[in-house]
């Protein structure tokens, strides 16, 4: 277990270049271009270990090659994030950003259970365990490599932002990175936004299925019942959280979250530990991601409302990319040296401190609801809305594309 989740840390460890390079790539040739090519190394990556011969015909060069690819699509992932984030943020409504945004979680979750389900019925209905462990395990990357191209041909009919094609009509020539530096302050909050946030999305969404096999003593059958029930709730709450943050503002959500983490943290896995019912494992697992879908429905928009057009891709993924490969594609990893070293509980106090430090971001920074750079838009102390830093031609183009 703790060979294959390194493995699964390395794919994250390629995020923060992939966040770099795509995310430069999306600032200048735009959102569209960018997310094709993201999820055109996808579908290569998934393909290639479909069809991997296997050790007994290439020797080592098939677990190399597997990595190999595991790294591409990491990179791939790195740039998808942000560009993804930046172009829901772009064309929805200054009002319905949240609700937008939150189907980014909303469709990564449901990658995930549709990922179970499949497995679920291989194993169940199509396929022997011997059968599935030889060949069968190849089935869902040749779905998700046919998957992966059909999306490539939705994006390729994507109409590119309003707001992109605003700022590169007024952008000077200069460097990605060097832009990017002018927003310290920017890229410091996407760090400490998503601290928190990715320990324990991942050590819930991910970790969770083994902790209740590992410590609870659930059979493989119930804990994956547990999970997936769990992620399904967890995927519904997403655009209703996104739609309240749109009423009350990013920040509120995102106190609760951070809040409600620290306090709540040691109980969950405590509870999750000791039981024995299965109802009340569902019930826990799914009150903890309840509470990380505080943060997640909202975390795309507000890193997106940080940024102007011209470093916004660049800005929401690579801080962001590099915080969850450092903090969430560690988090199992971790999990797993806590309890092999005899000190499983340590984890919990882990996540808890990684939220809290999260909390204390949320607590003094700005509600960007109402001090976003898309568009231009903030609301000043009379709460009527203005434009800063854009020509009014350019402010009003904005505006309608957005409406």
Request: proline fraction near 3%; charge should be positive; charged fraction near 15%.
């Amino acid at each position: 277990m703790l060979n294959t989740a390194g493995v699964f840390a390395l794919g994250f460890l390629m995020r923060p270049i992939g966040a770099l390079v795509l995310g430069a790539y999306a600032d200048r040739r735009g959102r569209r271009e960018a997310l094709s090519l993201s999820v055109l190394m996808m579908a290569g990556g998934s393909l290639v270990i479909a069809l991997c011969p296997s050790y007994a015909t290439i020797g080592v060069g098939a677990p190399l090659l597997l990595i190999a690819m595991r790294i591409l699509q990491g990179f791939s992932m790195g740039g998808e994030y942000g560009t993804s984030a930046t172009y829901l943020s772009e064309i929805a409504t200054a009002n319905r950003r949240g609700f937008y945004s939150s189907f980014q979680y909303v469709t990564l979750i449901g990658g995930q259970l549709l990922a179970t389900l499949l497995l679920l019925v291989m194993q169940n209905f199509l396929l022997t365990q011997a059968q599935l462990e030889a060949w069968g395990w190849r089935i869902p990357f040749a779905i998700g490599a046919a998957g992966a191209l059909f999306a490539m041909w939705l994006r390729r009919n994507l109409a590119e932002t309003e707001e992109f094609r605003a700022a590169s009509a007024t952008r000077a020539n200069k460097a990605p990175v060097r832009e990017l530096l002018r927003h310290p302050r920017a890229v410091l909050l996407v760090v400490g936004l998503t601290l928190g946030g990715t320990v324990a999305f991942y050590t819930y969404s991910t970790y969770m299925q083994k902790f209740l096999i590992n410590t609870a003593g659930f059979t493989r059958g119930q804990a994956t019942t547990i999970s997936t029930a769990s992620l399904f709730v967890f995927m519904l709450l997403q655009p209703l959280m996104g739609m309240l943050s749109d009423r009350i503002g990013r920040k509120p959500l995102l106190i609760a979250f951070g809040a409600l983490g620290v306090a709540f943290t040691v109980p969950i896995f405590t509870t999750v530990s000791t039981a024995r019912d299965p109802w009340l494992a569902f019930v826990v697992c799914t009150a903890a991601l309840a509470i990380v879908s505080a943060y997640s429905s909202v975390n795309a928009v507000v890193k997106a409302e940080l940024f102007p057009a011209s470093v916004r891709a660049l800005g929401v993924g690579f801080p962001y990319a590099l915080t969850v490969s450092l903090f969430g594609g560690s988090a199992e990893y971790i999990a797993l040296w806590f309890k092999n070293a005899g000190h499983e509980d340590w984890l919990y106090y882990y996540v808890m401190a990684c939220i809290g430090c999260s909390l204390l971001t949320y607590v003094f920074m700005r509600d960007t609801r109402t001090s976003s750079e898309i568009g231009g838009e903030a609301t000043d102390a009379t709460g009527d809305r203005h434009v800063a830093g854009l020509a009014s031609r350019d402010a009003v183009a904005i505006r309608a594309g957005n409406a």
